[in-house]
Structure formats: structure tokens, C-alpha cells
């Protein structure tokens, strides 16, 4: 990883002439035009303090991991903090980019620990990119750097000027097997507290996890020129991407979450393309690297597909409507049996076995599991239907709010999820493994190796149910976690480590 700024596509990279420019300033406007960024001083001590007031006011407890009001489904919330940071973003727009208009705003907080780690990625297409422009900026709260370990951003100057395909909440870019290679091209960018980096939209960017023991709070914009028609990219399910006109409040009342498996509603699709077009051969990105070896996919994965065989990411979302590829993990009549499950589960009584801060769960099958009972038949008889000897099963209810953790236990038997209940709107409960978050609704499932860290939580009103299984050959060498490998969320309060 380069640690310095430093331009690695200057074989592609070349100012964008013809278009209009985003910042005032012609040497900034150069820079980001060129190589995708730039830095800039913004916050006075007094306005860096009104900013940190502000996250605390809206923020009045402790979070977990990449923590982005962006993804959240609460849209009051969003527009509170929008409200509080608008001052913020309408001195920037003064002060650097007059013709500029702010559509999305969000904070940005990174937890203690390694789920706090965002991977390489670029923004949606919020723009017609072949003809318009749009900018990202990110507000430090906090002194960020590789020395402070506390997740500094990473990014590959240029890379907003490689060709590519239209980006939502559910599509995936054309390099995402070729992550592990770009990870050794990136240069990390040290911020100190209240200076502002401006990225263009395109660029390739992320951050590492947060290492040390106080949360990195930042705040961001998103921003277009006046009279730019913004717009969301959706893949749809027959494998073409849709392409809709949007507004400001689209980002307000929606988010990635609900988003990757809810197309909008209400917006106009105003043509459908083929993904990814326009991808890099492997040479082409190995110029652009600046290295003679072309890069090879980790993974092989299918860029074409959202789910399925040819994606091995560590986990996916199965259903009836989408079979796993891997051993069946559920009888061929779930769908009639996921009612009586229901109505049992929500009955179960709850307060006697293992729970944590915002869930609790119950253990079914396997060593030390209580008698059968107390509303425990319609689970027991789904499990002993499956195709698959089960090692250990438990039931797991996660409460509005709260947030259940299977840390990493490296070598493990697969792990089946399946959502029996869930909060009514679509996207309020998911599941992240190993950086991949996935969306869960009733009736579908999500499996996992449990060698990579694991996190489920639900945003909804309601509790979310689950009956949680191992499945296969029990080798006592390499034993699943079971119930001690799952802890609450902990982390440590904005407010706490302002005093430390």
C-alpha cells in the first residue's frame, strides 16, 4: 500500500475537458479533475466543535462497526441530520463550489474493531457520467491517519477516470475479484481534524478497520452542479440495470439497505443498459497499476450475477425462490410450515436462556439443550425434516436496535440463518459477513462460514426471529462457536471518549 499520495493511473488520467468545472478554485478543480481528490482546510476550531455537538445530538448513544446514517431506515433521523449539518455544507459551497448544490448528507462514524472496515468500493452513479459530474465531500472530526490506525481513508488517484457501469445499492463493480490486488495500489490520505477531502463520485476509494480504542467520526455531502438531474442505478432481476430519475428527498427516505432488494417507487425509470460496460481487460488494469503482471481474480467471480454459484462470496441469500447451491438447508414445504413457526416463535418464552444487550437466544438441538416445549415443535420438526444431520440449533430474537455477533472462528461447519419474523419493511434487518451485507426478509435465509466475522442487527420497530443451525460432520477439533461464540455490541460512547 503507498502511503503517499501519488497518481497510479497517469496512463488514463488526463484532465476532463469540456466539461464544466465543480470547484471554484482552477488548481483545485486541476487536481480533482486529474487525479479524483484533493485536501482542503474547512472547519475553524469553533465550527470542528459545533460539528461534534451536532453528532452527539443526534447520536446520543454508543454505535458498532461502519456506522453511516446514509443506510439507516428511519427517514426523520436522516433529515435530522441533514438539518444539523446543512450550515456545514452551505459554507463549503460559498467558500469552494458556488455552482454546487448539496443532495446527500450523512455522518460517518468507524467503531472500534474490525467490522468497522469499509472495502474498496465507488459511490452510485448519482449523475449521467458521461456528460456530468458529481463530488463527494468528506469532513474529518477526528485526526485520521495509518500511524493512528484509526482507518484513515484509501483511495487509487485516477481511478475516477477508468470506464465502468452504473452503480446502486444492489449492483457490484466490474473489480470487486480484483480487490485483493488493488489493495497493494491505494494511497492513504492522513486528515487532520476539520480539513475536508473532495472526491470525485468515481473514484475508487475505502478505508482500513478502526484499530484503536476511540471511535473515527467524520461527515460527508454529496454534491452536484445547480440544474444537474440526479439519478439511482437498479439491477433488476433479469440481469439489466434500470435506470431512474430521482430527487434529493429519494436519498432522504431511502437507503442501501431497503434499497438492495426494494426497487424505488414513485421515480421514473428512464431507460434499462447492460451492467458493466466498458470493464478493463486484465492488461489494461495492469497499465493502469503501473505493473507488467496483469492482475488475476481471486475468486472468479461472476460480476453478472447478484447471487448464485458463480459468486462464492462468504455468505448469500437463499430462499425457495433461490436455491442454495450448496446442500438443501430446509425442507421443499418451508413456505407452508413458516406460518405455524411463526405464530410458535412469537409465543416462545424467552427470559430463561442466554441474552445480551438487544437479543436473546434459546439452544434446540445439540449439547446442554433444554426439553422440548414451550412452543419449540414447529422448529424441532423443521430441522429433523432436513436433508442434512444437524449438529446445533438454536432460536435467536434480535430487538429493535439491537445487534447480535458471531466473532470470526476460524476452521467452522457452515451456519444457516433462517428469518422466520420480521419487521414489516423490507431492508430494516440484515446481516454482514466479512463486509458483504445482505438484506433479510421472512422466509429467507442467510449461510455463512462462521470463519469470518458476523454481525446481524435489526433497524425495525418490531423483534426480528430466527432459527439459527449447523449443519454436517461435527469434527471436535474444529467445533462451531455455538452459544459462546456470540456477544452483544460494545463500543465506546462518543461522549466517554471525548473524555479520555
Known amino acids: 500500500?503507498?502511503?503517499?499520495?501519488?497518481?497510479?493511473?497517469?496512463?488514463?488520467?488526463?484532465?476532463?475537458?469540456?466539461?464544466?468545472?465543480?470547484?471554484?478554485?482552477?488548481?483545485?478543480?486541476?487536481?480533482?479533475?486529474?487525479?479524483?481528490?484533493?485536501?482542503?482546510?474547512?472547519?475553524?476550531?469553533?465550527?470542528?466543535?459545533?460539528?461534534?455537538?451536532?453528532?452527539?445530538?443526534?447520536?446520543?448513544?454508543?454505535?458498532?462497526?461502519?456506522?453511516?446514517?446514509?443506510?439507516?431506515?428511519?427517514?426523520?433521523?436522516?433529515?435530522?441530520?441533514?438539518?444539523?449539518?446543512?450550515?456545514?455544507?452551505?459554507?463549503?459551497?460559498?467558500?469552494?463550489?458556488?455552482?454546487?448544490?448539496?443532495?446527500?448528507?450523512t455522518f460517518v462514524a468507524k467503531w472500534p474493531g474490525e467490522a468497522s472496515e469499509l472495502r474498496l468500493h465507488q459511490d452510485w452513479s448519482y449523475v449521467e457520467e458521461d456528460t456530468e459530474r458529481a463530488f463527494i465531500v468528506w469532513v474529518a472530526l477526528d485526526?485520521?491517519?495509518?500511524?493512528?490506525?484509526?482507518?484513515?481513508?484509501?483511495?487509487?488517484?485516477?481511478?475516477?477516470?477508468?470506464?465502468?457501469?452504473?452503480?446502486?445499492?444492489?449492483?457490484?463493480?466490474?473489480?470487486?475479484?480484483?480487490?485483493?490486488?488493488?489493495?497493494?495500489?491505494?494511497?492513504?490520505?492522513?486528515?487532520?481534524?476539520?480539513?475536508?477531502?473532495?472526491?470525485?463520485?468515481?473514484?475508487?476509494?475505502?478505508?482500513?478497520?478502526?484499530?484503536?480504542?476511540?471511535?473515527?467520526?467524520?461527515?460527508?455531502?454529496?454534491?452536484?452542479?445547480?440544474?444537474?438531474?440526479?439519478r439511482y442505478a437498479h439491477l433488476a432481476p433479469d440481469g439489466l440495470v434500470d435506470v431512474y430519475s430521482v430527487d434529493a428527498a429519494f436519498f432522504r427516505d431511502r437507503g442501501p439497505m431497503d434499497l438492495a432488494v426494494d426497487p424505488p417507487s414513485g421515480y421514473e425509470v428512464l431507460r434499462r443498459e447492460q451492467p458493466y460496460a466498458g470493464r478493463l481487460s486484465d492488461h489494461e488494469l495492469a497499465r493502469l497499476l503501473g505493473t507488467d503482471v496483469p492482475p488475476v481474480p481471486n475468486d472468479g467471480l461472476d460480476v453478472g450475477h447478484h447471487f448464485g454459484p458463480e459468486r462464492p462470496v462468504p455468505a448469500a441469500v437463499f430462499g425457495p425462490e433461490r436455491p442454495d447451491p450448496g446442500a438443501p438447508p430446509w425442507p421443499a414445504d418451508l413456505t407452508e410450515r413458516l406460518p405455524d413457526l411463526r405464530r410458535d416463535l412469537r409465543a416462545f418464552a424467552w427470559s430463561d436462556e442466554v441474552q445480551g444487550k438487544g437479543w436473546r437466544i434459546r439452544r434446540i438441538v445439540g449439547p446442554g439443550c433444554l426439553d422440548e416445549g414451550d412452543g419449540r415443535a414447529a422448529a424441532l420438526a423443521l430441522l429433523a425434516g432436513l436433508p442434512v444431520p444437524v449438529q446445533d440449533g438454536w432460536l435467536m430474537r434480535v430487538d429493535p436496535g439491537g445487534c447480535i455477533v458471531w466473532p470470526a472462528v476460524a476452521p467452522s461447519l457452515p451456519v444457516r440463518v433462517l428469518v422466520v419474523d420480521a419487521p414489516g419493511r423490507v431492508g430494516t434487518c440484515f446481516v454482514e459477513v466479512a463486509s458483504t451485507q445482505l438484506v433479510l426478509e421472512a422466509g429467507t435465509a442467510v449461510s455463512f462460514d462462521a470463519s469470518s466475522g458476523t454481525r446481524m442487527w435489526n433497524n425495525g420497530g418490531e423483534p426480528c426471529?430466527?432459527?439459527?443451525?449447523?449443519?454436517?460432520?461435527?469434527?471436535?477439533?474444529h467445533a462451531p462457536p455455538g452459544i459462546r461464540g456470540l456477544r452483544p455490541h460494545r463500543a465506546l460512547s462518543w461522549r466517554r471518549r471525548r473524555r479520555l
Open 1 to 105: 500500500m503507498r502511503s503517499e499520495h501519488a497518481v497510479v493511473s497517469a496512463g488514463l488520467a488526463t484532465a476532463e475537458g469540456g466539461r464544466e468545472p465543480l470547484l471554484d478554485d482552477p488548481d483545485l478543480e486541476a487536481q480533482l479533475s486529474l487525479e479524483g481528490y484533493c485536501v482542503v482546510p474547512m472547519l475553524a476550531p469553533d465550527e470542528l466543535a459545533a460539528m461534534r455537538e451536532a453528532y452527539e445530538s443526534t447520536h446520543p448513544g454508543p454505535g458498532f462497526g461502519f456506522d453511516i446514517d446514509f443506510a439507516y431506515i428511519n427517514p426523520s433521523h436522516k433529515q435530522a441530520v441533514w438539518d444539523v449539518l446543512a450550515p456545514t455544507w452551505e459554507r463549503f459551497r460559498d467558500r469552494y463550489a458556488t455552482r454546487a448544490v448539496p443532495f446527500l448528507s
Open 143 to 230: 485526526d485520521v491517519s495509518a500511524e493512528l490506525d484509526n482507518g484513515p481513508l484509501r483511495l487509487i488517484p485516477g481511478s475516477h477516470l477508468w470506464p465502468g457501469g452504473l452503480r446502486g445499492a444492489n449492483t457490484i463493480e466490474w473489480y470487486v475479484p480484483y480487490r485483493p490486488h488493488l489493495d497493494e495500489h491505494t494511497a492513504t490520505i492522513p486528515m487532520r481534524a476539520g480539513e475536508g477531502l473532495i472526491l470525485d463520485s468515481r473514484i475508487v476509494h475505502g478505508s482500513a478497520p478502526n484499530r484503536s480504542s476511540s471511535p473515527r467520526i467524520a461527515a460527508t455531502c454529496r454534491y452536484a452542479l445547480a440544474g444537474t438531474d440526479l
Open 465 to 477: 426471529i430466527a432459527l439459527v443451525w449447523v449443519h454436517g460432520t461435527r469434527d471436535e477439533d
